[in-house]
């Protein structure tokens, strides 16, 4: 159909039709992005799962977009006239040049989709990489940043996170060892340490099961040394460490047993 306006004859397939392929092209994109969005949103998930699931979302739906925005243009673009193959072809070349000289960087897309499929390790984890250790805070398609203990956050490319410790993807071990004198009852030692699994056994906050009493594990030159275990949820060892440690002392303390400390004797040349 065509009209005049001012003199000059306006096919209107030129103007409606664009506008109708826009309006197409937006249509199926809210569609597409609310099932993803409903999907994200299911009841059930963990926090950790979610945040994988949003991060691998958030990548279907930017590259859902583009290629929505490229096939709108190029459809436009057929409208008037425009040989679209030679655009494609053209495209085809330049997508081939930017591909050399982005190769960093589609090794970090590839690497970071890899890592959220796979589940190599997930906001909350704590994982070392080239002696830095920490608790994971970000996955990114380029990157995933670390934070320590002390407060300081690694920003590492995906492509570099090949060679990792993961240090929750099992539970822990919390170790004590205890110096106890050598001129101690053994059976007082070992009453004091029974009462210290009987009074925490199942109470203990993170830990997986019981206490356990290794038995002696050196005779150090001040006393005999006793080692105590008890498995823990991932990376909760040093709270549970910390913790038993206050506990063995009450228990030896009420026990009348001595914790040997390092003395010094002073001779008198005389």
């Not at 053994?186 to 340490?193: L, M, W």
Request: hydrophobic share 45%.
């Amino acid at each position: 159909m065509k009209i005049d306006f001012a003199g000059s004859t306006i096919d209107l397939k030129l103007i409606v039709l664009p506008i109708i392929y826009i309006v197409i092209g937006v249509v199926i994109f809210s569609i597409v992005k609310n099932i993803i969005t409903k999907a994200i949103n299911k009841k059930g998930l963990k926090i950790t799962q979610k945040q994988r699931v949003q991060t691998l979302s958030t990548m279907i739906v930017n590259v859902i977009k583009y290629l929505i925005v490229v096939f709108v243009a190029l459809a436009i673009l057929s409208i008037y006239g425009i040989n679209v193959k030679s655009i494609m072809a053209g495209l085809g070349i330049g997508t081939a040049i930017i591909g050399l000289a982005f190769q960093d960087l589609a090794k970090d897309l590839i690497a970071g989709f890899s890592i959220i499929t796979e589940g190599e390790y997930e906001i909350g984890d704590t994982i070392e990489i080239d002696g830095f250790m920490g608790e994971v805070i970000f996955i990114g398609l380029r990157t995933t940043r670390i934070r320590n203990v002390k407060g300081a956050t690694k920003i590492v490319a995906n492509h570099y996170m090949d060679n990792i410790i993961n240090y929750s993807l099992n539970n822990s071990l919390a170790i004590v060892d205890v110096s106890i004198a050598y001129e101690c009852d053994e059976d007082k030692i070992d009453e004091a340490f029974q009462h210290l699994c009987k009074k925490w056994n199942g109470k203990l906050e993170f830990a997986t099961k019981d206490i356990e009493i290794w038995g002696v594990n050196d005779l150090a030159d001040s006393g005999v040394v006793y080692r105590i275990a008890v498995e823990t949820k991932p990376m909760k060892q040093f709270v549970t460490e910390r913790f038993l440690r206050k506990e063995i002392k009450k228990c030896l303390d009420a026990a009348g047993i001595k914790i040997p400390y390092t003395q010094i004797e002073v001779h008198n040349g005389k």
